[in-house]
């Protein structure tokens, strides 16, 4: 059996790999492990859109009950909304009931301690140890039993992205892709209080339409959205709100490492960037390393997924990190990945340059970068298989010194991930080819 836990919580089809059983068990562990299950010990629980959420939240809910421990229920909101909910409100714990941008079939929990950061390895492999041991766990009873407490509040979370900028957004034509998730009722009424002018699209969640054909993922969307209304950018978001990705006025896309550049290039210019030090992953593309070289900021990276990210900041003390996808961590701010907060800090080095995203973006140049995902068998076993070292050899050694060949297992689903960069992009194509040819001959599904 695999590690339950993953690179973003545990993660699963809803009812058949997630469990209301297995949700109920991870409650009951969780508040066991986390919390010190003290008279007023407390569990923040939130939820995006998605249908089996009411499910697996009752389900959750039960578990954290049973262990003597209170549920303040949040309701639908963004991951890092529940994030920094946790701490504001002072509870033990916290918990997402979301698969981010995983489609709808899809769902996952993830846990925060109380002080609003993801959980290390070590404390998920405690948790994990409980469930897979069975060891028995306290049953409260009479007036013991934990109590659900409402905490509805999605407006402190709005008042606190304001906060976090110091300039308006008078005169900005925003649209708003909202992947018909959490996003949709917090980050429009956002960015019209701050003055904008706001075109939301995919901002009607009906339990079944998160991430479908919109949002992060879809950025093809947002470009053509942006182009139809003349817009100044526009801001894609996924299910959680985690992520952004946004585009110009042109319709170029302005993905996690552009974003990593334009911000941290201002906050190097306010003296705010921490030690000159930007925390990003081995997906960052060769441009964006360049940029920052130049510019005589150093680049830390780590494996893929933003806690990973997150705690090499924290360890670094620095400031911003981020990755390709849009997971961008302004630590000065927040806990964890925000894509509301992330727009916000986006938009503001916008208006204080006085300057639009198009010119803006030219502070670097991608890379040509390509990426294939290869379903498989054994998501682990490239890495001792002879015949894909061996194409992976021979990828590096028609490269040279001029680009990099990355292969990695995805950390939510039964992918291996084949990413090649270089200059030369049919070249890059090629090469691309022959190793995930290699890779479904040795472990595709339909091999």
Known sequence: MGRLFGTDGVRGVANADLTPELAFRLGRVGAYVLTSRHPGARIAIGKDTRISGDMLEAALISGILSMGVDVL???????????????????????????????VEDNGIKFFGGDGFKLLDETEDRIEHILRNEEELPRPTGGEIGRIYEEPAQEEYIQFLISTVDERFDGQHVVLDCANGAASAIAPEVFRRLGAKVTVIHAEPDGVNINVGCGSTHPQVIQQAVMAHHADLGLSFDGDADRLIAVDSTGEIIDGDFIMAICGLSLQRQGKLADNKIVATVMSNLG??????????????????????????????????????????????????????????????????????????????RYPQILENVRVTDKHAWVQNAAIQAALAAGERELGDSGRVLVRESGTESLVRVMVEGPDEHVLRKIVQDIVKVVEEQLGVNR
């Open 73 to 103: 229920r949040l309701g639908v909101i963004s991951t890092p909304g529940v994030a920094y909910l946790t701490k504001h409100l002072g509870a033990d714990a916290g918990v997402m009931i979301s698969a981010s941008h995983n489609p």
């Open 288 to 365: 964006f390393m360049k940029a920052m070289e130049a510019a005589g900021i150093e680049v830390v990276r780590t494996t893929v997924g933003d806690r990973y990210v997150m705690e090499r900041m924290r360890a670094d003390q620095a400031v911003l990190g981020g990755e390709q996808s849009g997971h961008i961590i302004f630590l000065n701010h927040t806990t964890t990945g925000d894509g509301i907060l992330t727009a916000l800090q986006l938009v503001q080095v916008l208006v204080k340059s006085g300057k639009p995203l198009s010119e803006l973006r030219t502070v670097m140049t």
